[in-house]
């Protein structure tokens, strides 16, 4: 995925001024930012979500993209929404979705509505969904919110096998303290990412 140029005015204000983003295969990425920095704005425009003012977007491939704010329908089960969301992928089993629930560790709620589910395990969900057709690129907004310490570790398991599987995962959070487990850091502050480094790696 490549993003050139990006522009991105809200209620008269900047928010983003000329960005630049490229995601090669096989990188874990990060950007952080304070609340207001306009970082879900940007992954909404990487997602064809929004339109930026100005500038380019461009996916070589399928992506993934788990929004910060989860939309699920509360009368569905889990396993409906795996059924609804593979049929629109057009994916012939359920097997993948499946793989990801082990990992996340709720598969035990395969059965339960998501009206009745706790802000962490619908979190799970959000996530499954946005990974269950192996998206070559991956998007996700602050995507452990609300994850217990051994689901937060279960989520950085799963965002190392898409890296060593090749694929491109970016990681939008406004905590800086896992950037370790990043290969790239960038910092997005006055509308610009700044500060582009080596992580973990």
Not at 12 to 34: M, N, S, Y
Request: glycine share 12%; proline share 3%; net charge positive.
């Amino acid at each position: 995925m490549e993003a050139k140029g990006v522009h991105h005015s809200y209620g008269g204000r900047a928010v983003l001024r000329g960005v630049d983003v490229e995601l090669p295969a096989g990188v874990l990425v990060g950007i952080v930012g304070e609340n207001g920095a306009g970082k879900t704005k940007l992954l909404k425009i990487l997602a064809g979500q929004m339109r930026p003012s100005r500038g380019v977007v461009r996916h070589g491939g399928r992506f993934g993209y788990c929004p910060q704010r989860v939309v699920l329908n509360d009368a569905f089960t889990v396993r409906q929404h795996l059924r609804f969301f593979a049929a629109a992928y057009g994916i012939p089993d359920l097997r993948r979705a499946e793989e990801v629930i082990k990992i996340l560790g709720f598969a035990e709620y395969a059965d339960e509505r998501a009206g009745a589910l706790s802000g962490g395990t619908r979190q799970k969900l959000n996530l499954t969904l946005a990974v269950m057709h192996d998206p070559q690129v991956l998007l996700l907004d602050e995507p452990y919110q609300g994850f217990d310490w051994e689901t937060y570790l279960r989520f950085w398991d799963l965002a190392v096998r898409f890296r060593a599987a090749g694929r491109s995962v970016l990681v939008v959070s406004h905590l800086a303290y896992d950037t370790d487990r990043l290969d790239q850091v960038w910092r997005l502050r006055d509308g610009v990412l700044h500060g582009r480094g080596e992580g973990a790696g």
